[in-house]
């Protein structure tokens, strides 16, 4: 693939993923697979971009009212830590890519029944059921070079915890501040690396397509067609990344 095609494709991208509160780290980094091949410098690349897009949605969050902090802080205590020790773990780029793809197809299959559910009434959850959810994706988010959110997100709404928007506002932020600790951890372990040169393009390209997906989901526009095709990438993706890296098979 050309990398002159990169900023156009992760525009897309960028647009899918926000509109469900996503960031859209794991299609960044099946891409960037097939351009670089630098493995650190993909995490590093994905997590920025991550970031990026996920600040946008947090402040149109915020500025619409959808964030509800008093809901949504015992996701965090443990989740940060736990994203900074999971990406001081060094895996092999095989290994990691395998590791991803398992998350990514499960992750994947969670959001395709998120839409097929019939409507219920919301469970609330205690502080320390919303502490441990966090803390576990926190390590798995470190460990795969992702913020998480695609995996919270999922597991909370088959879990029946609050509406979608909700929902999607705790994935933004829980992606941004996770995503900032992954980074920290890389630099602490000293695999972060950048082409400063690429990255300036897709940041452009993310933030565009960040900004579209987060104004029309906070509008209340029906998203359910956009988030089914975002299940269905997020899907491939998880089943690429096992077939090429698992079985060398190409697809």
């Not at 002159?4 to 891409?31: D, K, M, N, R, T």
């Not at 994905?46 to 008093?70: D, M, R, S």
């Not at 067609?225 to 190409?250: E, M, N, S």
């Amino acid at each position: 693939m050309p990398i002159e095609y990169l900023p156009f494709i992760f525009f897309f991208i960028a647009l899918f993923y926000s509109s469900v509160g996503f960031g859209g780290g794991s299609s960044y980094l099946a891409i960037l697979s097939l351009v670089i091949t630098d493995f650190y410098e993909i995490r590093s690349t994905a997590l920025i971009l991550n970031i990026c897009v996920v600040t946008i949605g947090t402040i149109i969050y915020i500025k619409n009212g959808v964030l509800k902090p008093k809901l949504l802080w015992p996701f965090f205590i443990l989740s940060i830590p736990m994203a900074y020790l999971g990406a001081l773990i060094e895996l092999s780029q095989n290994a990691f890519f395998l590791f991803l793809g398992s998350a990514l197809l499960l992750a994947g299959i969670f959001m395709l029944l998120k839409f097929v559910q019939s409507k219920l009434e919301s469970v609330e959850f205690s502080t320390s059921k919303k502490v441990f959810l966090g803390g576990s994706i926190g390590l798995l988010s470190g460990i795969s070079g992702i913020g998480g959110g695609i995996f919270l997100s999922p597991v909370l709404n088959l879990l029946k915890w609050k509406d979608s928007r909700v929902i999607a506002s705790l994935a933004s932020i829980f992606i941004l501040v996770n995503s900032l600790a992954g980074l920290a951890g890389l630099n602490v372990a000293g695999t972060f690396r950048l082409d400063y040169d690429l990255i300036f393009k897709l940041i452009i390209a993310v933030i565009l397509g960040g900004s579209l997906g987060s104004y029309l989901s906070s509008k209340k526009f029906n998203l359910k067609i956009l988030g089914i095709l975002t299940a269905v990438l997020v899907f491939y993706v998880g089943l690429k990344l096992i077939l090429d890296h698992g079985f060398g098979i190409q697809i």
